[in-house]
């Protein structure tokens, strides 16, 4: 795991001094080492966390025939399998690692070789014969890669937007349209990136960049691997079908544990993580430590901590867990802010980067669970994809703030309660689904900051990205719901708060759950085998059954548990209102004055509890105020007079 910057320039050489700044920036993304090379136009950096072959495989690494050169960051999980290949056509590699494999491929084949990989990465690689640069990322996107193109015959690319703004040809305006998409979903979309001037190379595509221009193209489509798997599988018996599925998560945690450092487990107490954990042990020699870490919070009554010591001591592992109050979120928010590039978008986030920092301290890669609620159907809102037409009628004719109120009298929870509501009273499929994951609506932003220009033309643009990812045809209605999660929920929130929160602290996490073969198999299973009853994941619950015990098997989905809105009323209330107050920030630039201090009071009084939609606005603003607008007051590099 690590981190990879550079640019080429077909009009000027590329400053020493400036791919050793734009390695800086990705200093804690790779700790363990670092490099440059320039090759007439082309400047690659690279810093490394060494997991595998840990002293010989430095980079940027260049093949012995001079040919290609890459700057890689991520792991090749079926490398030995690849080598071998390679070893029988007559190419030997001179490493014993996975970044010479994937070069040599790479070489070889062009965007060709990238079908071939089950891996996560993303990586640049330099033709030096060709002149030309290719950039490729990953087919769920758990790696980050983020490129600008400023001019003709310039094109700079890193694994975090940092590492491009040392470069003086980057403009740092903010995109209108992705800080809205933020602000709703606590996530950009697609291939917008927060500054105008750069986008995101989307999961499963690459990018071919030479003095003829730029050539962008997919060498992966979930839609169509699905049906691929569903042809391959749809004749297996019920019990047939579990029993593969198992063998293919099983097979997945294998591939994960490959590594020359000690690898652990995060451990929330949840299904997934616990089956993984599971999978650990029966793949390891009964003897053999695994380290899992846990987190909870200070003020949570419900916090899973001891379903993670129930799991930790069935399977026998050495555990550690951790509690974290709100000192550590306003001890660490702008810290975290920067590292992300962007808002903290789930208070969880935070929790994270302390387990990984608590975990860092004996282990160097961990596996956790991300992915799984997608891929199996695991979120609560899943058992609502078929809900009838009347039904959502008669929620637009009550109206949803008065559905949730209902929904609370009779003791559901009324947060998720009007979150549903909200869903369920949109007119068109994709607003139902995209709403899901929003804390607040359209008219909730507007009213509140009427300044950011919340026009229809506004909407559809948002909109227009998650519109083009929902299959077409030929698929169910949790088919479809599922699908539009993989392709934006799951990388814009999910993978790039589990790449960022984790690499901050110099750990690697690796995602058994999102092995290619095996999101193919979950998207493709029959309804009936993901969920029953109103509640998902039932195959992995199949999976589980003789390996967990009874009480973890049958839990619900419960995620983390963060006491916002009792800390909004205390620890942590003059923060949210000296922030959302400040005459510099977003709200203060763009919003209604009046709007706002009602939904302060009126939370601060416990008349409602707005603690998700003030959390959206406070996180926005910590990352607005203290890291994006002193960006924007830095001076440039003392190098970017020359260029």
Avoid at 532 to 546: C, E, S, T, Y
Avoid at 569 to 586: F, K, N, Q, V, W
Wanted: proline residues 5%; contains cysteine; charged residues 25%.
């Amino acid at each position: 795991m690590c981190g990879i910057a550079g640019y080429v320039d077909f009009n000027a050489v590329p400053s020493l001094d400036m791919l050793k700044a734009m390695a800086r920036s990705l200093g804690r993304r790779g700790p363990d080492d670092s490099g440059t090379l320039i090759d007439g136009p082309c400047g690659l950096a690279h810093t490394r966390l060494s997991i595998i072959d840990l002293v010989g495989s430095p980079q940027p690494m260049t093949l012995r025939e001079g040919s290609h050169t890459i700057v890689f960051n991520g792991e090749i999980y079926n490398y030995a399998d690849l080598r071998e290949e390679l070893r029988a056509s007559g190419e030997m590699c001179a490493t014993r690692g996975d970044t010479e494999v994937l070069l040599r491929w790479v070489a070889r084949k062009w965007e060709s070789a990238l079908p071939k990989l089950d891996a996560m990465f993303a990586f640049a690689v330099w033709d030096h014969r060709g002149r030309r640069l290719l950039l490729a990322r990953d087919a769920v996107g758990e790696k980050p890669l983020f490129y600008a193109n400023p001019r003709v015959g310039l094109l700079i690319f890193g694994s975090e937007c940092k590492a491009l703004l040392e470069h003086p040809a980057i403009d740092r305006e903010l995109d209108p349209d992705s800080l809205r998409q933020a602000l709703r979903f606590r996530a950009v979309y697609g291939s917008r990136s927060l500054y105008r001037s750069m986008r995101q190379l989307a999961p499963g595509s690459f990018l071919e960049f030479s003095a003829g221009g730029l050539r962008v193209g997919h060498f992966h489509d979930w839609e169509i691997q699905r049906r691929l798997a569903q042809s391959r599988y749809s004749g297996l018996p019920p019990d047939e079908t579990v029993k593969k599925g198992r063998e293919l998560f099983f097979q997945s945690v294998r591939e994960r544990l490959v590594a020359d450092v000690p690898v652990g487990a995060f451990l929330s107490g949840g299904l997934d993580s616990s089956m993984i954990v599971a999978a650990m042990r029966k793949t390891r020699a009964p003897k053999d430590e695994i380290r899992t870490f846990s987190v909870g919070f200070i003020g949570d009554p419900d916090n899973e901590l001891p379903y993670a010591q129930l799991v930790a001591e069935a399977i026998d592992t050495v555990h550690t867990p951790i509690a974290v109050g709100p000192e550590k979120f306003a001890a660490r928010w702008a810290e975290l802010s920067a590292c992300r590039d962007g808002p903290v978008s789930e208070a969880s986030d935070i929790a994270i980067a302390e387990m990984s920092r608590l975990a860092r301290q004996s282990v160097k890669v961990v596996l956790s669970g991300e992915g799984a609620d997608e891929v199996f159907a695991g979120y609560p809102k899943y058992a609502f994809a078929k809900v009838p037409p009347i039904l959502r009628r008669i929620v637009r004719l009550i109206g949803a703030s008065r559905v949730a109120g209902l929904a609370g009298l009779v003791g559901m929870d009324r947060s998720r309660a009007n979150i549903a509501a909200a869903a369920l009273a949109e007119r068109r499929e994709v607003d139902r689904l995209i709403q899901w994951f929003s804390y607040m609506s359209r008219s909730e932003l507007q009213a509140v900051l009427p300044g950011l220009a919340w026009t229809d033309a506004d909407w559809a643009e948002t909109s227009s990205v998650q519109d083009a990812a929902l299959p077409k045809a030929g698929s169910s209605a949790l088919v479809r719901m599922q699908t539009l999660d993989c392709l934006t929920w799951l990388p814009g929130n999910l993978l790039e708060r589990g790449d960022r929160m984790t690499m901050a602290e110099g750990l690697e996490m690796r995602l058994p759950y999102l092995d290619k073969e095996l999101v193919s198999f979950g998207l493709a299973l029959p309804d009936s085998m993901k969920v029953r009853g109103g509640v998902g994941k039932w195959i992995l619950r199949q999976w589980a059954a003789d390996l967990l015990p009874a009480k973890i098997v049958q839990r619900k989905k419960w995620g983390f548990r963060v006491p916002l809105a009792e800390w909004f009323r205390g620890p942590l209330r003059e923060m949210l209102s000296d922030y959302l107050t400040a005459r510099r920030g977003l709200c203060g630039t763009y919003g209604d004055e009046g709007a706002l201090k009602r939904r302060l009071a009126n939370h601060q009084s416990g008349a409602v509890d707005a603690s998700r939609f003030l959390w959206t606005l406070l996180t926005c603003e910590v990352w607005y105020q203290d890291v994006y607008l002193r960006r924007l007051e830095e001076k440039r590099p003392a190098i970017a007079a020359s260029h």
